[in-house]
């Protein structure tokens, strides 16, 4: 079954920037999506088709996706972007999830 | 605006059953495919089932396979998810999900709670 590889945790400084990985078998050949969940709520959409932003997410938000590796990027990160970070991608007609990592803002 | 409302999680034994329903509102439901996804205590998402728009294509992941069945009713908004023979390790909050392929799961409930124990 296809696997999706993310790194437990990232730590970055307030206003540098972050980067999240997820690596799977070709991935570059499917499409990534990102979802940000904070502690208590549910996930929400944050990058879709490896680049896109959906309305509402800013623009410090960034993706990009090429051989094995997908990444999200938050340029300028701040202290409300402290959340665990879960990668996304299809095989066939299943959702398959990153393990998620948790970014910390310090 | 769009919505979507899980309900029937509580507290159930082993081998007993559960319908977790999701209520949408605020688009058209026909149009859309739907997921179901579950978050065990303090652990990540895990894709639980998909159903298509019509509700002609169906898949599980293996955990559920044979125990859970997904369907949907496109004329009163609902999906829904029956929930046989539970584990302990079905142990979760049950979140349904909007899904337009390629275009990620877009749309989340608040989730609904599911716990299996004696």
């Known amino acids: 079954s296809y696997e999706l590889t993310q790194p437990p945790s990232v730590s970055v400084s307030p206003g540098q920037t972050a980067s999240i990985t997820c690596s799977g078998d070709k991935l570059g050949d499917k499409y990534a999506c990102w979802y940000q969940q904070k502690p208590g709520q549910s996930p929400v959409l944050v990058i879709y088709?490896?680049?896109k932003r959906p309305s509402g997410i800013p623009e410090r938000f960034s993706g990009s996706n090429s051989g094995n590796i997908a990444s999200l990027t938050i340029s300028g990160a701040q202290a409300t972007d402290e959340a665990a970070y879960y990668c996304?991608?299809?095989?066939?007609?299943?959702?398959?999830f990153g393990g998620g990592t948790r970014l910390t803002v310090l | 605006e769009v919505r979507l409302v899980e309900s029937g999680g509580g507290l159930v034994q082993p081998g007993g059953s559960l319908r977790l329903s999701c209520a949408v509102s605020g688009f058209t439901f026909s149009g859309y495919e739907m997921n179901w996804v579950r978050q065990a205590p303090g652990k990540g998402l895990e894709w639980v089932s998909h159903i298509s728009s019509s509700g002609s294509l169906i898949y599980y992941a293996d955990s559920v396979k044979g125990r859970f069945t997904i369907s949907r009713d496109n004329a009163e908004n609902s999906l829904y998810l029956q929930m046989n023979s539970l584990r302990a390790e079905d142990t979760a909050i049950y979140y349904c999900a909007r899904e337009k392929r390629s275009y990620g799961l877009d749309v989340w409930g608040q989730g609904t709670t599911v716990t299996v124990s004696s």
């Open positions: 088709q490896d680049t």
């Open positions: 996304q991608a299809w095989d066939f007609s299943t959702v398959i």
